[in-house]
């Protein structure tokens, strides 16, 4: 397994030495009912979408050469390094030509346009979800070429809170329900900061439901897996009787 490059490895322990102010959550009972909603949503979430998942699995393999799925280097709570899975929208070997995607970018595949349009290609973080590494709702993590980017080109992340963020890194984020144009770096980190400042149960279930009208091809997906899986159980008990 690769390992991170010594320039956010670097970051990272320096960041851990400063002084931070602590999280202050409602109360410990939130964090614990945190954890346990992203439990409980992530296992229902990947039994529904099992059927989805599997044919896009199997479209993408048929379109290019290449494992289906994408794990990339990401950064997670205080700087922590942490292994994402994405189901894979580019032609093996084309993300080493930048780490900024457009919409028209030549290396995308067709099923990972797609993918990419609908936001089914992020499914998979369930199980990033499920061991912990991240959560439904926080700060949407970097990849570790992007930090090394802003680290050397904005000498920003010693003074501004929310680059490290102490949250669990989400599936989605209080920027990516109030982003309405392309931000700036500072505007990013100054969202996070914001979730983690006012962070409660509540603040995650406005996330939550925005991000349901936001993503709706996710949930449309999520209803088509579960209508085909309970087919398959009404068909089963059938034979069986």
């Given at each position: 397994?690769?390992?991170?490059?010594?320039?956010?490895?670097?970051?990272?322990?320096?960041?851990?030495?400063?002084e931070r102010r602590p999280v202050e959550y409602a109360r410990v009972a939130e964090n614990t009912t945190k954890r346990l909603i992203d439990i409980c949503v992530a296992v229902v979430g990947l039994t529904l979408s099992a059927p989805v998942l599997l044919f896009f699995l199997a479209l993408v393999a048929l379109e290019s050469p290449g494992s289906p799925i994408y794990i990339q280097k990401r950064i997670g709570r205080n700087g922590q390094i942490f292994d994402i899975y994405k189901l894979?929208?580019?032609?093996?070997?084309?993300?080493?030509?930048?780490?900024?995607?457009?919409?028209?970018?030549?290396?995308?595949?067709?099923?990972?346009?797609?993918?990419?349009?609908?936001?089914?290609?992020?499914?998979p973080q369930l199980v990033n979800v499920l061991n912990g590494d991240m959560s439904l709702i926080g700060p949407r993590p970097l990849s570790v070429d992007e930090t090394e980017y802003i680290i050397k080109h904005f000498n920003i992340w010693s003074s501004y809170p929310g680059f490290f963020p102490s949250a669990r890194p989400?599936?989605?984020?209080?920027?990516?329900?109030?982003?309405?144009?392309e931000m700036t770096y500072l505007e990013r980190f100054s969202y996070n900061n914001e979730y983690e400042t006012n962070w409660s149960l509540y603040l995650d279930g406005?996330?939550?439901?925005?991000?349901?009208?936001?993503?709706?091809?996710?949930c449309y997906a999520?209803?088509?897996?579960?209508?085909?899986?309970?087919?398959?159980?009404?068909?089963?008990?059938?034979?069986?009787?």
């Amino acid at each position: 397994m690769p390992m991170p490059s010594e320039t956010v490895a670097r970051v990272a322990e320096k960041f851990e030495a400063q002084e931070r102010r602590p999280v202050e959550y409602a109360r410990v009972a939130e964090n614990t009912t945190k954890r346990l909603i992203d439990i409980c949503v992530a296992v229902v979430g990947l039994t529904l979408s099992a059927p989805v998942l599997l044919f896009f699995l199997a479209l993408v393999a048929l379109e290019s050469p290449g494992s289906p799925i994408y794990i990339q280097k990401r950064i997670g709570r205080n700087g922590q390094i942490f292994d994402i899975y994405k189901l894979r929208t580019m032609f093996s070997g084309a993300d080493t030509d930048g780490f900024k995607t457009a919409k028209d970018d030549r290396r995308l595949t067709v099923t990972g346009k797609l993918l990419r349009a609908t936001n089914i290609d992020e499914l998979p973080q369930l199980v990033n979800v499920l061991n912990g590494d991240m959560s439904l709702i926080g700060p949407r993590p970097l990849s570790v070429d992007e930090t090394e980017y802003i680290i050397k080109h904005f000498n920003i992340w010693s003074s501004y809170p929310g680059f490290f963020p102490s949250a669990r890194p989400g599936l989605v984020g209080l920027e990516q329900v109030n982003r309405n144009k392309e931000m700036t770096y500072l505007e990013r980190f100054s969202y996070n900061n914001e979730y983690e400042t006012n962070w409660s149960l509540y603040l995650d279930g406005q996330i939550f439901i925005k991000a349901l009208i936001i993503c709706r091809h996710v949930c449309y997906a999520l209803m088509a897996g579960g209508a085909l899986l309970l087919s398959l159980m009404a068909a089963g008990i059938t034979l069986a009787g």
